[in-house]
């Protein structure tokens, strides 16, 4: 069976280094699953890999659509299993690197949602719907047939709410219930899944520290520039965390200090949240990066972890 190799963890982690000196050390390339690094022009906010950073390592899935472009699970998988046959082809293992756990389980579990074909009429609808009565109403029609489906999207989500609606609509079944095997191995490649902790307040002390170097790269700018493209404040993309606390800010709802407050405070929740979304895999081999210093230390254990699960 092929084989791929999963790198997870909560936001600045540290998955960056580990996933570049692992692709290094395994002559092969990086598939981003991250939700907020497909878009083009969000580099800062998004902590987006510099050509630096890469040191010459090939990445995919970052900067595939505009801002203002839909892309869904189902499309993230059907490019990245792309990319992997061609690496397969190579006798390369590709390495799936991110934080963002639907992406991630599209690829290593066989999720039934992805599976149910889009309609384009019940989706044009559902978006009239939505820029007429606004998203609490959209939300609200969710909520009246699938409110488990609620407890795991976000009111904001506006493309994952219609998306749930419109599964509904062709299937008949809640999209809740087209979830309930989402830890189903994929019957097409076995993958082994690696996954970075952190003392929760060493980790918070990071994210407090990746906020700081955001700013000081030209977050503000960033994010002005792109309402200044037209992007509207509304977008799936502009709500995301970095974005939408700037947004306030250079709006004038909210002072400069407090809008950094609630981004630092948002961040760690989200992070809080990644972490508990992986923890719930028991298939995850997880390694500690609390000692940065010895960062290397725990790389060459990750590689020798890979060696003794690949041979």
């Keep these: 069976m092929k084989k791929i190799i999963a790198l997870v963890g909560p936001t600045a982690v540290g998955k960056t280094y580990v996933s570049i000196e692992l692709a290094k050390k395994l002559n092969t390339e990086i598939i981003s699953a991250d939700s907020m690094q497909i878009y083009k022009g969000m580099d800062v906010g998004t902590a987006k890999v510099t050509e630096d950073e890469k040191q010459g390592i090939i990445h995919h899935m970052i900067d595939i659509v505009e801002p203002d472009q839909e892309y869904s699970v189902s499309e993230f998988k059907r490019d ?32 039934d949602f992805g599976k149910v074909k889009s309609n384009k009429k019940i989706r044009e609808y559902y978006a009239s719907f939505y820029k007429e009565q606004g998203a609490d109403a959209l939300y609200e029609k969710l909520m009246k047939i699938d409110p488990a489906a609620c407890d795991k999207i976000h009111k904001n989500n506006v493309k994952r709410i219609i998306r749930a609606l419109e599964v509904y609509d062709i299937t008949g079944r ?58 509207s404040k509304d977008l799936v993309s502009m709500k995301g965390i970095g974005y939408k606390e700037i947004i306030a800010y250079l709006e004038g709802s909210m002072e400069y200090d407090e809008a950094v407050s609630i981004l630092k405070r948002n961040t760690r929740r989200f992070a809080k949240r990644q972490f508990t979304w992986f923890l719930k895999d028991d298939n995850v081999k997880w390694f500690s990066v609390d000692n940065m210093e010895k960062i290397d230390d725990t790389i060459k254990d990750i590689i020798d972890y890979l060696n003794m699960k690949l041979n």
């Design 80 to 111: 990245a299993e792309r990319i992997m046959k061609r690496l397969w082809a190579e006798n390369k293992i590709p390495l799936i690197v991110g934080g963002s756990g639907l992406y991630i389980n599209s690829l290593i579990y066989d999720l």
């Design 174 to 231: 809640k999209f809740s219930e087209l979830n309930t095997d989402i830890r189903k191995p994929s019957s097409g490649y076995d993958c082994i899944l690696i996954g970075l902790s952190m003392e929760r307040k060493l980790l918070y002390e990071r994210i407090n520290q990746r906020v700081d170097e955001m700013l000081e790269k030209g977050l503000v700018d960033e994010v002005r520039s792109l309402l200044k493209k037209g992007y």
